[in-house]
């Protein structure tokens, strides 16, 4: 289990310990109050707190929970009734109108997790886009200059890929395009975050990576990549450009640029080839010629 997986967990499970503490409390006051006040609306507010955050397996019962202790208050409240099977029947429809609430709720928070899950990852490689590389390199990028770490970035060029869309059509380009992807994401570390940024060129966010250890990743990235190549046919290397920095740069458009512009070098010095550069002071950084 994961680091992440275990805090989600853990807050789903705090959540609902909140959540079953609301329905107690609300049911105790609710009794002592009688059943002349009524807190119905009040009843809704777990319900909303765990189907929204945690989902409808916790949602349901909790509507339930909640349903069973409105119709508890009452009881316990001397509420007088003129048949006896009228409390089951309030259960039963508060219970019915509770979940329904609990399931729309669980679905529009369902639908709105995957809507910003979509606009994250670039739809053919389905890695992050430039806008979810972007907000965690700013995050990173804050935090490299909090603790005085260095921050890698690495630009990605697929030499020739014109060819390849050109003779082999753009469905198998869209295939490079998804197993470069995969190749890098299976030969990066779980801090590291790669991304298509568009077309054929791809970035890599290394957070506290010095020169040396820049070189080793996207060296096996590298060969990674050549092998992968080779053993599909596809006529296809790779121009990559790396910055290291040491001065960490004002912004992550400058911190990319340093990259982008390492990459043209190694293509203008006749691709298939790795340019490095650790930074150390501050520089104006200029876009390459074709920008």
């Known amino acids: ?86 409390p089951y029947w309030n259960f039963i429809i508060r219970a019915s109108l509770f979940i329904i609430i609990a399931w729309l709720l669980a679905e529009l928070s369902d639908r709105l997790k995957k809507e910003l899950k979509f606009a994250r990852k670039d739809f053919v490689t389905q890695i992050a886009n430039w806008q979810f590389f972007s907000e965690i390199a700013e995050r990173e990028l804050a935090k490299s200059r909090r603790y005085n770490r260095p921050l890698g970035v690495a630009y990605i060029d697929i030499d020739n890929f014109k060819v390849v869309n050109d003779s082999l059509g753009h469905q198998v380009g869209n295939v490079v395009l998804q197993s470069t992807a995969k190749v890098i ?12 940024l568009g077309g054929d060129e791809f970035s890599i966010l290394l957070p506290e990576t010095g020169y040396e250890s820049g070189q080793i990743i996207i060296d096996r990235i590298k060969k990674s990549l050549l092998s992968n190549a080779e053993k599909n046919n596809w006529p296809i290397t790779y121009s990559i450009g790396v910055a290291v920095f040491i001065q960490l740069p004002n ?4 911190m990319v640029k340093r990259a982008d512009n390492l990459m043209y070098e190694a293509k203008r010095s006749g691709k298939n080839s790795v340019k490095y550069e650790e930074i150390k002071e501050k520089v104006n950084v200029k876009g390459h010629p074709s920008s």
């Open 1 to 86: 289990m994961t680091e992440k997986t275990f805090e989600s967990k853990y807050q789903k499970v705090y959540l609902c310990i909140v959540g079953l503490i609301l329905v107690i409390f609300i049911g105790i006051i609710d009794n002592l109050t009688g059943y002349e006040l009524s807190l119905s609306l009040f009843y809704l507010i777990p319900i909303f707190l765990i189907s929204w955050k945690v989902g409808r397996q916790a949602g349901v019962p909790a509507a339930i929970l909640s349903a069973f202790t409105w119709t508890a208050a009452d009881l316990l409240a001397g509420k007088p009734y003129q048949y006896v099977f009228v």
């Open 185 to 196: 994401e299976n030969n990066i570390r779980s801090i590291d975050l790669v991304a298509r």
């Open 251 to 254: 912004s992550v458009d400058e």
